[in-house]
């Protein structure tokens, strides 16, 4: 007989006895069925677990920006256009016609106006605008000059909606000043906009 | 799940490496085990994955034990250019009752081999794919077993 016949006679002899195999596939049986029932559970729950905590933390989140006090977000306004300020990008219009600047803004949800409150400040001379944000939010930026060293920035955007949850300022109320960056930034609310200022006041030695 | 007939084929190879029925048992029921608890979803060959736990969990044994009776592969390295193949061992005939002596004179590593040609008819190719052996090493390990079987049958008709 071939060596490979006589083998598999051989070998086919050796057998799962009758309880051997009750047991295996008793073993069988506990592990698949419930293998994947199981995995699907701890998925689940897993899943579950992991949009609970980012549920929880982003309403944390919104609940903690929403109690900040309105000292928190002027601070934070007049960071940003402080910055802003400081490291001016190019123009996008350049023109001294506050008509030819408002006619450039086309993609915002308000239109720029000339402001009756910045007007009345010392001359300044319009020498441009560009799209920029405060606190996410799209907005205009002006630029204007008094002198050879003093210049100012003007920036406008929509005041209802997110600004009016974070800034309880009134119509043509008195503007509140503060400082950051050591540029002066006046921020006050005229006609539905949010108006906000930062001025260098360079002084000769 | 596995069937009666696959059950018992893996209590075959694991019978082919340990050579006690109860130690087979033990090996088969811990290699499916394993098996079950893993994600399996992606094996293609499922008895071949399996055989490959077993043999995993005998070596660990076997080095728990310090009693390694694999062979080692680097003893083989220098003998791979041998012209035979798994065909060569069909030209040994035996009668039956022989089986069992032959069985008992082999190696570990040489059951295996023994297993994966008679049972699950596999080339030298394959058992090298499988057991992860250079296919060199597999042909100079069924050539040493060819020469073994032949001169125990040399022997044992001397002794008649």
Known sequence: MKLSKSMQNHLGKIELNPKQLAQLNSMQQELVVNKQPANLLTKKIALSLVATMVL????????????????YWIAQIADEVAKNHL?????????????????????????????????????????????????????????????????????????????????????NSTPITTYARGVEITIWQEKGLLMVTAKNKKQLP | MLNKQQLNKLYQYSYSLTTNSD???????????????????????EMAYIRQIIRNQFIDQQRRKKCITFESIEADKYQTTLAIDTSSLEQIVIVEEQAKMVWELL????REIIYLWAIEGYTAKQISDETRVPRGTILSRIHRLKHRIGNQFKQLKGDE
Do not use: W
């Open chain 1, 56 to 71: 929880i933390i982003t309403i944390t989140f919104f609940a903690m920006q929403k109690s900040m006090p309105q000292e």
């Open chain 1, 87 to 171: 490291t001016p990008k190019p123009l996008e219009v350049v023109s001294n016609q506050i008509l030819d600047v408002q006619n450039y803004f086309t993609k915002l949800d308000f239109l720029p106006i000339s402001s009756q409150i910045f007007n009345q400040q010392l001359s300044k001379k319009l020498t441009g605008g560009r799209y920029c944000s405060i606190e996410g939010s799209r907005a205009a930026q002006l630029r204007f000059v008094e002198d050879k060293y003093n210049h100012t920035t003007l920036f406008q955007t929509n005041y209802t909606g997110e600004f009016s949850d974070k800034l309880k300022l009134h119509d």
């Open chain 2, 23 to 45: 130690d087979a048992y033990d090996l088969l029921q811990t290699g499916l085990e394993k098996y079950l608890r893993k994600n399996t979803n992606n094996i293609t060959n």
């Open chain 2, 107 to 110: 190696s570990t590593s040489e």
